[in-house]
């Protein structure tokens, strides 16, 4: 019996040595195969171009000598006239609404139609909008209209064009957020939109790295103040779309606090939007990028790296602590 444990023993950590070889061995081949060739000669797309992140992406991407492929929802408006005017004759500007399959085929016969001796070599699924209220405050239209931005838009997107990514074993990038995993009052739509964004992004990855193809997610924090995808309303904006139910639960004095409360948490995030462009930059042109790009302050990195590993009763009763759901619970149902 003695003996029969020892060579299990034996076996099993000879067995594990095995593994860990193997894993190291794979890592150290993936590193020699995956230095990017020099810039010139490939191409990007990039989503959501008008303005924000992907706007400052195609112009560092440009600068770098990439042919910059800039999707625009407006290409004759101000976002996209001033990447011509900054930019060299490298950078295209599309016509590219993600939540239109027709734009989204016109835009790739016209990649197609202009690649580069190298190919494409990335496409950067940036394009989104926010949309925050409370889910009662919502309509299935507003869950509706966030998700095939954010979601269903990358995904129409990415499906249209890995075929040019795979022939180059490039790189998909997907800017997400941190509201993918962490859940925050009035952010339902946004969220849900989010996590789903994250789930089609680890299929992605798992699915092509048989190509070589490399995915990356980008996790920004409190971005608001560094671009423009906030969409200011009122309170009253919010009330007058309630039904008589809902407005005897919420009541308008809550939810004038609710709103300058959220515009104010907004207003205390990053001014710039150097990190995370910079991280955008890293997904597409470093030899080893990361799967996850978490881009937050320093003093919440580690709680953000924790949180995923906590019981949901203390992720819960973490959002007590903020003073607007002590606030909120009072208010509800008050005169």
């Not at 810039?39 to 992406?57: K, M, P, R």
């Not at 953000?304 to 590993?309: C, Q, S, V, Y």
């Amino acid at each position: 019996m003695n003996t029969f444990c020892l060579v299990s023993q034996i076996i099993g950590t000879a067995s594990i040595s095995a593994i860990v070889i193997f894993v190291l061995a794979k890592l150290l081949t993936r590193h020699r195969r995956s230095q990017v060739e020099h810039s010139h000669g490939y191409a990007v797309l990039i989503t959501g171009c008008d303005s924000g992140f992907g706007h400052h992406l195609a112009r560092c991407l440009d600068l770098r000598g990439f042919v910059v492929f800039a999707g625009c929802l407006s290409p004759e408006g101000a976002g996209a006239q001033s990447l011509i005017l900054q930019s060299s004759s490298n950078l295209k500007i599309l016509k590219l609404d993600v939540t239109s399959d027709e734009d989204v085929q016109q835009a790739k016969e016209t990649v197609q139609e202009n690649l580069p001796e190298k190919g494409l070599w990335a496409v950067v699924n940036n394009a989104g909008i926010s949309h925050w209220a409370e889910i009662e405050w919502s309509t299935i239209e507003d869950f509706r209209k966030v998700a095939d931005i954010n979601l269903f838009g990358s995904i129409r997107t990415s499906i249209a064009f890995l075929p040019l990514v795979r022939a180059s074993k490039g790189r998909v990038v997907y800017v997400s957020s941190i509201f993918a995993f962490f859940n925050c009052l009035n952010l339902g739509a946004y969220s849900v939109s989010k996590r789903g964004l994250e789930a089609f992004a680890d299929c992605l990855r798992v699915e092509m790295a048989s190509f070589g193809v490399k995915v990356s997610i980008i996790q920004p924090g409190n971005f608001c103040q560094a671009t423009n995808i906030l969409k200011l309303k009122s309170g009253l904006d919010i009330w007058e779309k309630l039904d008589d139910e809902r407005k005897q639960i919420f009541n308008r004095q809550y939810i004038e606090l609710a709103t300058e409360h959220f515009l104010s948490a907004c207003t205390a995030g990053f001014k710039d939007a150097n990190p995370v462009v910079n991280a955008m930059l890293h997904a597409v042109t470093s030899t080893q990028p990361k799967h996850r790009y978490l881009l937050v302050s320093a003093m919440e990195t580690f709680f953000f790296h924790l949180f995923a590993f906590l019981p949901t009763f203390i992720t819960d009763a973490a959002f007590s602590l903020s003073s607007i759901y002590a606030t909120r619970t009072e208010m509800l149902y008050a005169k």
